[in-house]
């Protein structure tokens, strides 16, 4: 932190000597060494003039207060009561000439009790008045900053719960049609083994009167071959006649899968998990 340059005694730079100011005159708004304090205080002019440690000065030195008119850069030592505005010697026939002479008095007369008076009071009291409603309105944003921290954890914590509900329900979801997938598909090839199997014994019936059949006709006596032929076609009509019932029921199984529209839709339209929104709320302080 840098400090803060000594002000130099106004009087002894006009000299052309400098000399570091231990007073300050708020009247004539210069810095006086001691020396120079003295003779200040010697001439029946600026006696009465006030003066303060330039340590007090630096405290108010940053105040913007202009003892020089900004329109004629002439010292301002009048004060327009009808105006509430303090003026230079030349303010008043360019812009006061029409205010009554009384409202034209001394700058000094009109700061006399300044520290003491109601415009002091009321600035006071306004200042405090601001000075609370922006620490409140710091307060505000600090609860406010608080509760956004708290807000965004808050929704976090529901974009998780809502990611894992979907979750455990997609999962549900998988396990039931895999369930339902693999209870059909156990249906069609039970309903594929019963038909295999009858089938197959037809098959092996078949097979069996092929045989006999060959038999009878090499050993079996032509009688025997007349009689056994006859059986043999009544028995091999009635299994034609069994197989081509069987073989009318079968039926051919394709299996496949239809995703749920729903689903589809959201694999297809849903583009977003979800949308934050901000209410903006306006505090009004008075």
Same mark, same amino acid.
């Given at each position: ?28 708004? /210069? ?5 120079? /304090? ?37 010292? @301002? ?14 303010? =008043? ?38 000075? +609370?409603?922006?620490?409140?309105? =710091? ?26 509900? $979907? ?5 549900? $979801? /998988? ?5 339902? @997938?693999?209870?059909?598909? +156990? ?11 009858? $089938? ?35 028995? =091999? ?8 019932? /069987?073989?009318?029921? +079968? ?30 709320? =306006?505090?009004?302080?008075?």
């Amino acid at each position: 932190m840098t400090s803060t340059p000594p002000l130099s005694c106004g009087p002894c730079k006009y000299e052309g000597i400098t000399k570091d100011a231990e007073k300050w005159c708020t009247f004539c708004d /210069e810095g006086f060494c001691s020396d120079c /304090e003295k003779n200040h205080r010697s001439l029946k002019l600026t006696r009465n003039h006030k003066m303060i440690d330039t340590e007090d000065y630096m405290k108010i030195q940053d105040l913007s207060v202009d003892l020089k008119c900004e329109t004629h850069g002439q010292k @301002l030592d009048l004060y327009c009561k009808c105006h509430h505005v303090a003026v230079c010697a030349m303010c =008043i026939p360019s812009a006061h000439n029409s205010c009554p002479v009384d409202d034209i008095i001394s700058i000094h007369d009109a700061a006399k009790n300044a520290r003491s008076s109601t415009a002091l009071s009321d600035l006071e009291e306004t200042i405090s008045r601001s000075l +609370e409603s922006v620490r409140q309105s =710091i307060r505000d944003r600090a609860s406010v900053s608080a509760n956004i921290d708290t807000e965004e954890q808050t929704i976090q914590k529901k974009i998780l719960e809502t990611r894992l509900r $979907l979750n455990k329900h997609l999962d549900e $979801l /998988e396990q039931q049609l895999l369930q339902e @997938l693999q209870i059909k598909h +156990e249906n069609c090839r039970s309903r594929y083994s019963k038909m295999l199997k009858q $089938l197959q014994q037809t098959e092996n019936e078949l097979e069996k009167l092929k045989e006999q059949t060959e038999q009878m006709k090499l050993f079996a006596s032509d009688l025997q071959v007349f009689l056994g032929t006859c059986k043999m076609n009544i028995t =091999i009509s009635e299994k034609l006649k069994s197989l081509k019932v /069987e073989i009318g029921k +079968e039926n051919s199984f394709a299996m496949d899968l239809k995703i749920h529209p729903v689903v589809i839709s959201f694999i297809n339209n849903v583009k977003k998990f979800g949308e934050i929104y901000i209410t903006e709320k =306006i505090s009004i302080y008075s």
